[in-house]
């Protein structure tokens, strides 16, 4: 394990002070330094000397070596080495209220728990036998200022204090990087790496890494290297390499300089040093994406062939089979759920997006017909736009299954924010309101509950991690800091650190968590059509289940008969292909990107 944290992580170097300011021959002009500005924030603000510290490039320690690979690392953290999952210290900004604070922090404990590669159809560990990762709740910075430093996310204070925190965790076990639980731009992860001189994570950074861990079929693994280089893409900084030579996103020391670089070569006097680095940097992303997107091109083909002829004679008798689309929150039980239907053994697990590569299952129906039952990848709010672009192929098949149903979580305290997240999901990746109309939704794990058919609000918020009241409580931190105030870990206990601004600031954060891409739909009437979906859906009949226990099943496969043979009975009636043929388009807005 040891051995795999070394290679991850390299020990600070200090430059010569005139290589590290700003302003020193060589090194960024203050000009660029004010473009970045303008690139993250979208108003110039001072420039940091944050962005001139020199600091370490962490090096993959499962590095996929092929003729055409593009010479950098696309993963961080995650490794091959069975014995020795990534260790995450987590980091959780608080937000209002405490139930949205407790539901947000397990799924960051969960998340960073996951990240871990099978062996042999294994994981070293059994996910419930998992200890806690350690972790702390620190002041939002949206929820004080409205906007978070643009050097480093969080003020000095709670960087300070959150410093202290791993030191202290490490002393019991070494720990191989930090999950900040939000969005960072690249320059924001490079600075906090430098601070905590640790490899930093962001949300956007650990789903992409998961979905590399978990893929097992060449079509995921395809698909995640794509999002993995579509993300990397967007956070070349400018490095210095052993020579001192400057260029961008190699191995070497950084100089938080340009995350984008877009617009600062050739510019008059804003061009500068490594300015061609960069170009060539990107144009190695891009002549691989071109390469990963052909042979994705050839995935789509193939799957696209298998689905036309399953809907023309895939019946055992020749006639048409009808797909049905599990989707869902990720870990609501889509897995278990399809299990469950087709008495079959679909991969199940309390780990977070156990399912990266899609899986069909037959399951005979109580009119006697037989459909295809597709479990594929969760959803996940913040899901990372890269993902689902390059997860297109995948995503596919939902969009071009007959019927929908959706799986929830009935226990989750966030059920709704769940559900939005989904049907924003799937409004993002082209399917269409009518279809989203005709969804059946699924109310799973109803044992959770409390008593029959209970109000889902009263259920516990962590079904899958052992966290409790203490782990929320107040830490002594010790460190007076600058901004010591920026720097808490608890959710109740210092409530005059937060003033009225925390509510107004917590329907933003909530805005933000429940947003996956930005505004999604190219006019208003589709926005109009999508928010009347939402609406209806919530108040729409569901299907209780409790996939473990077998309850709900038949009433699920009645309805699934029923909505199949109306479609059909519409589609003999005349009816054109009408809710399957919008197509897919990009959102407008890149989560997590230094734009
Ligand atoms: N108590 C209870 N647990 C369930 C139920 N259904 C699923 N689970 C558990 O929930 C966890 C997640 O189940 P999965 O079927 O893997 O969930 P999923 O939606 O496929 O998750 P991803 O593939 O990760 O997106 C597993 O530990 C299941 O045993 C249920 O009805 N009741
Ligand atoms: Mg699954």
Redesign the pocket.
Known sequence: MFRSISRLHCSLRSLPQSQRSITSPGTASVGSLEFLSRTIWGNTVEPSPQFSVPCCRFSSSRRKKSDEDHGDDLFLVSNRDPDSPPRLFVVQPRLRPDAMLRSKLSEALNLAN?LEEQRDGLYAEE??DKEVLPHIVVQNPLARHLRAHADRYFGPGTVETVKAHIKGSESKDKLDAVFVNTILSGVQQRNLECAWEKPVLDRVGIIIEIFNAHAQTKEAKLQSELAALMYKKTRLVRIRGPGGRLSFGASGEAEVVSARGRGSGGRGFISGAGESELHLQRRRIQERRIHLLAQIGEVRRTRALQRSSRRRHGGSDGQGLATVA?V?????????????LSQSD???????????DPRLRSVILPSGKKALLS?T???ISDLPVQLVEAFHATLEEVVEADLLVH?L?S?AVNLDEQRSTVLQVLHQIGVSPEKIQDMIEVW?????LEGEGGDHKTADWS??SELSEDDLASEDDGINGDEDLDAETSGSSQEHDDGPSEDHSTEEEAACWASPGGPIGEDERQQNEFQECILSKQDSHHVK?????G?GLQELLHLIDEKLDSQKSFRERGSSSGPFDRKWRPPQVTVGADS
Do not use: E, H, P, Q
């Open positions: 996951s996910f419930g599990v869902g929150y990720t870990n609501a039980g889509k897995s278990t759920l399809v299990s469950a679909v991969y199940s697990d309390d780990r977070l997006f156990a399912t990266v479990d990848v969760g959803f799986v979580d226990s799973n794990k109803i044992d959770l079904t899958t289940t409790s996939a473990v226990l309850v």
